[in-house]
């Protein structure tokens, strides 16, 4: 306890707790995420009668079969017996209990030898294996029913993404993200980068006016410019006679409405650059596009990483700006669209949504992870160097 009260004193209890809350941030998003993954690869029979927290263990599942018919009967000394499995060919598991009434599918022990009336016995072995034995002749046509608890061994599977990608068309909805994200992430970026250069380090008039309107332009909602901008593809589409939803459309509204917030934020990391450096490479004679090319771009890594993973996220998980500038076409549908589309027709099969969710959310995993060294050290620098 010592050593532990020394650590704290020596952390700090306000670092401490910053750390403690970041964990618990941390489990609180990564629960859902490894429930998404688990129940993605699991056989959908046992998503429907365990969570996915049970996936390493036997899940148990009751159901029911019917013992052979009276045609199979044989006599053994004074008694009529029947003999089977009451699994199929091929199938496996383990019978916990069993039982001849819906209400009570677990009323016998396997093994056990149960009296189910009118002198008749059933015998139900955790292997499948059951003798059903009678003091008379069994009659009808048809066996008896009997309800099973049967334990089955854990089962993982990729026939769900297989499943997902060809049959119901999540290949081409990737795709189809992939190609309206990459360049929705790169064009901004380029355009922004050498906006915030100049309004950091060029002196010209109204650069404080330019700057106050980009950041005014940070709070306006998206929604209130889709109406006007939509009509203006249309009446450009009709003017030069070409579609008006087509991917170069969708771009230009994303590098749109993702230029203010760019613009801000590499502004204020820019201007924060040491002075020395910029004027150093100007009395050298550099012009500003080799001292922005050469020295602020290379400088400005941390900043343009933190900038490309917000905006990767947010059109990687837009549906709004897909659906109206890109249509709902299966061949123009995004991830997003096609999980919402999955959502109402699939809306019980948790295999195929799992895997779909998880399918969409992957790519954004591995850029968050790839940048994230560069996220904080960007926002932070960008919050505290403003010029």
Do not use: C
């Not at 998503?47 to 052979?68: K, N, P």
């Amino acid at each position: 306890m010592t050593a532990l009260a020394t650590r704290i004193r020596r952390i700090g209890l306000p670092r401490l707790a910053v750390h403690l809350s970041v964990l618990l941030i941390v489990i609180i998003w990564l629960i859902p995420t490894l429930g998404i993954l688990v129940t993605s690869v699991r056989d959908r029979d046992q998503i429907t009668t365990s969570g996915w927290w049970t996936a390493f263990s036997s899940s148990v599942q009751t159901s029911a079969a019917r013992l052979g018919d009276p045609s199979e009967q044989r006599q053994e000394g004074a008694a009529y017996v029947i003999a089977g499995n009451v699994f199929e060919e091929g199938a496996a598991g383990t019978v916990r209990a069993f039982g001849v009434r819906v209400q009570e599918p677990a009323a016998f022990e396997a093994g056990e030898a149960a009296e189910i009336g009118d002198g008749e016995t059933l015998t139900v072995n955790e292997d499948g294996s059951y003798v059903h034995a009678s003091t008379a002749p069994f009659e009808g046509s048809r066996g008896q029913r009997v309800y099973l608890s049967v334990a089955s061994a854990p089962e993982f599977t990729l026939e769900n993404y297989e499943r997902v990608i060809a049959a119901e068309g999540l290949g081409q909805s990737f795709i189809n993200s992939l190609t309206v994200t990459i360049p929705a992430t790169i064009i901004p970026i380029l355009i922004a980068a050498f906006a915030a250069y100049a309004l950091s380090w060029m002196q010209f008039p109204g650069r404080a006016l330019i700057l106050a309107t980009i950041i005014g332009l940070i709070v306006v909602p998206l929604q209130m410019s889709l109406i006007p901008l939509l009509r203006l593809y249309n009446e450009i589409s009709i003017l030069f006679g070409v579609p008006s939803k087509t991917y170069a459309g969708i771009w230009l509204a994303h590098t749109a409405f993702g230029m203010p917030l760019a613009i801000y934020l590499l502004r204020n990391y820019i201007a924060g650059l040491p002075k020395e450096i910029i004027e150093s490479a100007r009395v050298d004679g550099a012009s500003d596009f080799e001292i922005f090319m050469k020295i602020v771009l290379p400088l400005s890594f941390p900043a343009l990483a933190s900038f490309a993973i917000f905006q990767f996220l947010w059109v990687w998980n837009d549906l709004l700006i897909a659906i109206v500038f890109l249509g709902t076409g299966r061949d123009q549908l995004v991830l997003t669209g096609s999980l919402n589309a999955l959502l109402g027709s699939r809306g019980g099969n948790w295999e195929i949504l799992t895997a779909s969710a998880f399918i969409t959310i992957i790519i954004p995993l591995l850029v968050f992870f790839g940048l994230q060294r560069y996220l904080v050290r960007g926002l932070l620098a960008g919050s505290v160097k403003g010029g």
